[in-house]
């Protein structure tokens, strides 16, 4: 049967768009849809954005730290609206670059929004139309709790387009999402108040970086309200008030700020995407079961084998929508490697073992391998661990009491690492370059032979004893 492309991928994110370019390159004739921006939650309302708003933060520590080397004091202000601007000017850029990229690649963009029909033919932008593969590559939305007065709280997309800085924040949620979010409106003077439901932030996490992370943003000033969980929101004029219920109170309490940010997890964006209508199985997981990796979870998922496919032999997909590792270097590998395999006569497999991960919160943590509570879990008194938790020199003149901890979790039995975590400047930097000898199996003795940089705090990953 002929078929009008030889691919034809939903999803113009991080794995859609890498995928449908290698496809093209093989030869392959390529369409992808998106009915949003091009770039992904990645580019257009995640990691990019947010990490611009990262470095605005962190001026205003940076200003306060020089006094202690013989800078004066700087009395700033700062202006939400331009940064609010300038960052939705570079996610427009970034837009604009991709869809560049794809034409350059010879894969048609078609700017709509994509549902299947049957497995090999999908609806786009009023017409139908068929393909060989088809790739759902539609990733992942933030969703909110289920409660009154929900409609009044912003998500993380939100958060980036608000038109005045709030005075005062209240963010739900314990994960990545809602620590960074805290971390960076703390640093760009708004007060904040974080609430979650148990009494750590960062589920998954190894308990260093969880207690790292925790310790130094109530040392900032953000009020964590732990054990507890929002029960509605109502706008008054003076803000959105919380009703919240605390573990072991009978009565409820209330809070009230400017805006209310909800980070609770994210969730495949599956809505209308006629997955029935083509075979493809999903998989659904109540809150309490999450599947979590690395801390990062979400409730469903498209089904798919470890090469990516899905029930349906000829439909494949890659990225947060599957429910793997909801990363946007995992995505882009995962899209790849269906490429390769189906239109590059080299079969693999995207490997999801060891893969590296980082919270940009203040103090920034990285991690990559497992957890000392997960290795203890499969390995028992056989584990080992070395950690160091110090002053870095940064701070030796400024007087601020910060703290790094970094640690290493070791097969006792093989004398292999792994894990590594740091909380600490600069974590996602050194633990990028860790996760390559995690990666390849190194030993303790190997990180032992390593000599050091010194001054660094990278160093102290190979002094550890």
């Known amino acids: 049967m002929a078929y009008d492309y030889d691919l034809f991928v939903i999803g113009a994110g991080s794995g859609g768009l890498a995928a449908s370019k290698r496809a093209a390159s093989y030869g392959a004739k390529v369409a992808i849809a998106e009915g949003d921006l091009v770039g992904g939650t990645c580019v257009i309302r995640g990691c990019v954005p947010k990490k611009l708003m990262v470095y605005a933060s962190k001026f205003s520590h940076l ?41 350059k690649a010879g894969v048609e963009l078609i700017k709509s929004r994509a549902t299947l029909v049957d497995p090999h033919t999908v609806e786009v932008d009023g017409r139908k139309v068929t393909a060989d593969k088809i790739l759902i590559a539609v990733g992942g939305e933030a969703v909110k709790p289920n409660i009154p007065g929900a409609e009044y709280t912003v998500t993380s997309r939100g958060m980036f387009h608000l038109q005045s800085q709030p005075k ?89 700020a400017d805006a209310v940010l909800v980070g609770i997890g994210r969730a495949p964006n599956l809505a209308g995407l006629g997955l029935e209508k083509a075979g493809v199985q999903t998989i659904f997981c109540e809150d309490e079961e999450m599947p979590r990796l690395h801390g990062y979870s979400v409730n469903c998922a498209i089904t798919v084998d470890e090469y990516s496919r899905t029930s349906q032999p000829n439909i494949f997909a890659v990225g947060d929508c599957t429910n793997r590792i909801n990363l946007t270097p995992v995505a882009i590998g995962e899209g790849r490697a269906f490429a390769d395999t ?70 006792g039995n093989t004398d292999r690492v792994l894990g590594a975590h740091m909380v600490g400047e600069s974590a996602a930097e050194i633990i990028q370059g860790i996760a390559i000898a995690v990666k390849m199996g190194a030993t303790k003795k190997d990180f032992d032979a390593t000599v050091g940089i010194h001054p660094s705090t990278a160093e102290e990953f190979v002094t550890l004893r």
Not at 216 to 239: D, P, R, V, W
Not at 388 to 395: D, G, L, S, V
């Open 63 to 103: 200003y306060e730290d020089a006094v202690g080397y013989g800078w004066s004091k700087v009395e700033s202000s700062f202006d939400w609206q331009k940064l609010v601007t300038v960052v939705d000017n570079e996610v427009m850029r970034l837009n604009q670059l991709h869809i560049n990229f794809l034409e």
């Open 168 to 256: 005062h924040l209240v963010v739900i949620g314990a994960g990545y999402i809602a620590v960074e979010f805290a971390c960076i409106m703390q640093g760009l003077g708004t007060q904040v108040s974080l609430m979650i439901r148990t009494d750590r932030i960062l589920k998954g996490f190894d308990e260093d970086v969880r207690s790292g992370i925790q310790d130094a943003m109530t040392q900032h000033g953000i009020n964590i309200i732990c054990n507890s969980e929002a029960k509605k929101f109502e706008k008054l004029s003076e803000g959105i008030k919380t009703t919240f219920s605390e573990k072991g109170k009978d009565t409820e309490s209330t809070i009230t």
């Open 342 to 411: 189906e239109f590059g006569n080299n079969p693999r497999i995207f490997s999801h073992q060891d893969v590296a991960s980082a919270v940009f919160s203040q103090p920034e943590a990285a991690s990559v391998g497992i957890s000392e509570a997960e290795a203890r879990q499969k390995l028992g008194d056989a584990v080992k661990t070395y950690r160091a938790r110090f002053r870095p020199m940064f701070h030796s003149l400024t007087g601020a009491d910060e703290k790094v901890t970094i640690k290493l979790v070791v097969d």
